[in-house]
T-cell receptor, first 112, second 116 residues
Framework: GENVEQHPSTLSVQEGDSAVIKCTYS??????FPWYKQELGKGPQLIID?????GEKKDQRIAVTLNKTAKHFSLHITETQPEDSAVYFC???????????FGQGTRLTINP | GAVVSQHPSRVICKSGTSVKIECRSL??????MFWYRQFPKQSLMLMAT?????????EQGVEKDKFLINHASLTLSTLTVTSAHPEDSSFYIC????????????FGEGSRLTVL
């Protein structure tokens, strides 16, 4: 089955700097890669996603890149703000499958 | 975006009692809903996949008689923790997929269960 590895587990950056979180997946049949932000005591919120027919997607300060050959995808947050502090999860789903496979999560801390 | 509502957000119960958590898709129909359990500082652990009108599919190691899942309509799934014990205390989260959609999941706000 699919396996998703996420790094780093914790990340601390200065406000205004960029943050990058990386994930690798094992099954080349995976075709959908979402990123979720989870704040303390709340459910995950979808912040951006990408499908396998696209190499990059951007939404304001957030971007996701996908390298199908290397089987990895990354979340990029630019001009970080204190409200970006949260736990971020990547995930992948195999085409035709029902369930998402999640990475281990990254605790992002933005230092003012 | 799509809204998934979970209720209650917090529940405290005595050991041996049963607790029901509801998950509703408010503005879309969801043929498939998922239930997760999350321990502190850990990732989401899938417990079961719930398909409307059929029995839930449980992940390996999840007791189906302890965690009863019902998906009676396209907008409602329920998780009942039966004969709860302190080790069942956890954060339970549901998610839903729009009917006809592929991949994209929307999550509820989670339910914090504390068993005394």
């Amino acid at each position: 089955g699919e396996n998703v590895e996420q790094h780093p587990s914790t990340l601390s950056v200065q406000e205004g700097d960029s943050a990058v979180i990386k994930c690798t997946y094992s099954d080349s049949a995976s075709n959908y890669f979402p990123w979720y932000k989870q704040e303390l005591g709340k459910g995950p919120q979808l912040i951006i996603d990408i499908r396998s027919n696209v190499g990059e997607k951007k939404d304001q300060r957030i971007a996701v890149t996908l390298n199908k050959t290397a089987k990895h995808f990354s979340l990029h947050i630019t001009e970080t703000q204190p409200e970006d502090s949260a736990v971020y999860f990547c995930a992948a789903i195999i085409q035709g499958a029902q369930k998402l496979v999640f990475g281990q999560g990254t605790r992002l801390t933005i230092n003012p | 975006g799509a809204v998934v509502s979970q209720h209650p957000s917090r529940v405290i119960c005595k050991s041996g009692t049963s607790v029901k958590i509801e998950c509703r898709s408010l503005d879309f129909q969801a043929t498939t809903m998922f239930w997760y359990r999350q321990f502190p500082k850990q990732s989401l652990m899938l417990m079961a996949t719930s398909n409307e009108g059929s029995k839930a599919t449980y992940e390996q190691g999840v007791e189906k008689d302890k965690f009863l899942i019902n998906h009676a309509s396209l907008t409602l799934s329920t998780l009942t923790v039966t004969s709860a014990h302190p080790e069942d205390s956890s954060f339970y989260i549901c998610s839903a997929r729009k009917e006809g959609a592929t991949g994209e999941l929307f999550f509820g706000e989670g339910s914090r269960l504390t068993v005394l």
